[in-house]
């Protein structure tokens, strides 16, 4: 199983240490057994539900270091959270915030931070005891409080993911001010939330790594047409107009060849290695929240992306011979009467290809991927809620 890894920030005592224990149900960050990772950032390690499970702790945050605290972490989660595989990448970002204090360096360095992360930021409001006081007046102003801060979050953020959460941290006995006795809360939505957030997440990362081999392979595909055309046409063309064009047709009727498919598939299969990290991903965070690990769905969900890749991804949906006849049939008085000349005749054979890959879009497809991988993810989850 792979580790399931989080990512938590925010100021100098807002309970960022207790939301770690509470998260984690071990009193690891108040104990100094963090492991230093660098200077600005510690990690903590705990088993949940037999799963193992890393947080990644930053230095509190303060505003007089806010510039450069916000270079490092940006540049740090970009590292970890751009193009790299499912184990190696933060699944889950949380942000501390201690009512009702929200600073202005807070907002500027998480807009920062995250304007280039395509991931939620779940925004923590700790110390929310008062929720529960049996006190009505401490309660009333303590969801005011809340209230406004979510407000506040909302608007500064309304063109980022982001998620909010109230959570208690730790069992409170009682005070002078607040003799209710409150029990810790907020973990439990935190968590099924998770499952939602993990979706998101992998529905994201796979169209990405769909479309980046894909396009791997679109991009060699078409190298390897216009070098096979160009070779075929030099070797078989005649002194004649018919004659080239005839030359022309034929060289794009074998398109493509047993070689350009072997290698384009073998791009395409690239895809499949990343399957396996997907699949420890779903069985790592199904074991974290329940003890049973359904594998049909699981398998459903493999198989189901493993047929988007065949009919989404395939050579017979790029459409190339298509689309190279298309092209001749309105270039081939022009090719006829100039293929005796090198250069021409290239440009002619590269404005073809570039046209073809002119016509594809990778945020269409990647956009197109994404929501169907979603699908798939929100159907597994509907099946495994019903099942428990």
Request: charged share 30%.
């Amino acid at each position: 199983m792979k580790t399931v890894k989080i990512f938590i920030m925010g100021v100098t005592g807002h309970g960022k240490s207790s939301f770690i224990n509470y998260l984690l149900g071990h009193n690891v960050a108040e104990t100094g057994v963090g492991k230093p990772v660098t200077q600005s950032l510690a990690a903590y390690n705990a088993k949940v539900n037999g799963i193992d499970v890393q947080v990644t702790d930053t230095k509190g945050l303060e505003a007089k270091d806010a510039e450069e605290q916000a270079k490092y972490i940006k540049e740090y989660l970009e590292r970890h959270n751009v193009d790299t595989s499912f184990d190696e990448r933060f699944h889950s970002i949380f942000y501390c915030l201690k009512p009702p204090r929200f600073l202005d360096f807070e907002v500027n360095l998480i807009k920062k931070v995250f304007r280039s992360i395509n991931q939620p930021v779940n925004f923590i409001i700790t110390n929310c005891d008062g929720l529960k006081s049996a006190d009505a007046r401490i309660k009333n102003e303590t969801e005011a409080t809340i209230k406004e801060m979510r407000k506040r979050i909302d608007s500064q953020f309304k063109d980022m993911p982001h998620r909010i959460f109230e959570v208690c941290s730790v069992d409170s006995n009682g005070t002078f001010k607040d003799p209710s006795i409150i029990k810790a809360f907020g973990k439990d939505k935190i968590i099924n939330s998770l499952f939602n957030q993990v979706w998101d997440d992998a529905s994201y990362v796979m169209s990405k790594i769909c479309v980046k081999h894909y396009f791997s392979a679109v991009d060699e595909f078409l190298k390897n047409i216009r070098t096979s055309m160009e070779s075929e046409y030099n070797s078989t063309k005649g002194h004649s107009a018919k004659a080239n064009q005839d030359a022309a047709v034929a060289v794009v009727k074998k398109i493509p060849t047993d070689a350009m498919k072997r290698s384009f598939n073998q791009e395409v299969n690239h895809i499949y290695t990343k399957l396996s990290d997907y699949r420890d991903l779903i069985c790592s965070y199904y074991q974290l929240f329940s003890s049973t690990i359904i594998d049909t769905m699981i398998d459903k969900i493999i198989a189901d992306i493993k047929n988007i890749v065949n009919t989404q991804l395939n050579m017979e949906k790029l459409g190339a011979r298509e689309a190279l006849e298309k092209q001749l049939t309105g270039f081939w008085r022009i090719m006829a009467f100039t293929f005796k000349n090198k250069k021409i005749t290239e440009k002619i054979f590269s404005d073809i290809v570039v046209n073809i890959r002119k016509k594809l879009s990778e945020d269409k497809l990647q956009k197109e991927l994404e929501s169907k991988f979603k699908k798939i993810n929100e159907d597994a989850r509907m099946w495994y809620d019903k099942a428990h």
